[in-house]
């Protein structure tokens, strides 16, 4: 067993909320100084899309068709009252007033303080999604073993 600190999270919700408590753990592990690993799948899968609102892309009709009605980063749900979509908005707001991080800037620290992202192989085939669909700054496209190996002896939450 290793010394180090060791965050692992697998990011499987696509909602707004969940993003953030994702990604403020990781920061915050990533702050002190630990290794953090996030493995964004299914639906959490919109987080690290490059495009970051609704958008055609994908291979194949219905990959293209889900992927349009998901979105991205910019178009996620809050998970309870997200009335007709304007929640996320409303709740940036009140982050910013209180000078909480918002999500954006939450998933900028992340790769700023050198989070590993890594998107689900199985998630990419599904959705029809190419590397070049996601942001830059995911580390690679993996599979559930790689992912259990860099989480090895470390501490593993699910969102």
């Not at 989480?151 to 939450?157: F, H, K, P, R």
């Amino acid at each position: 067993m290793t010394n180090e600190k060791k965050l692992s999270i697998i990011c499987f919700s696509g909602e707004f909320d969940k993003a953030v408590a994702a990604l403020t753990m990781a920061t915050g592990a990533a702050a002190v100084n630990w290794e953090v690993n996030l493995f964004f799948t299914f639906w959490g899968f919109n987080i690290i899309k490059k495009k970051g609102g609704h958008a055609l892309v994908g291979t194949g009709f219905l990959a293209r068709v889900f992927n349009l009605i998901m979105g991205g980063r910019k178009s996620l749900p809050l998970s309870r009252l997200n009335l007709g979509g304007a929640s996320p908005g409303l709740m940036t707001g009140m982050m910013k007033s209180q000078n909480v991080a918002t999500l954006e800037e939450l998933y900028q620290a992340a790769k700023d303080l050198g989070v590993n992202l890594y998107a689900c192989e199985m998630s990419m085939n599904i959705f029809g999604m190419k590397r070049e669909h996601l942001d830059p700054s995911v580390k690679a496209v993996i599979g559930v073993p790689a992912f259990l190996k860099y989480s090895e002896d470390g501490q593993t939450i699910f969102i």
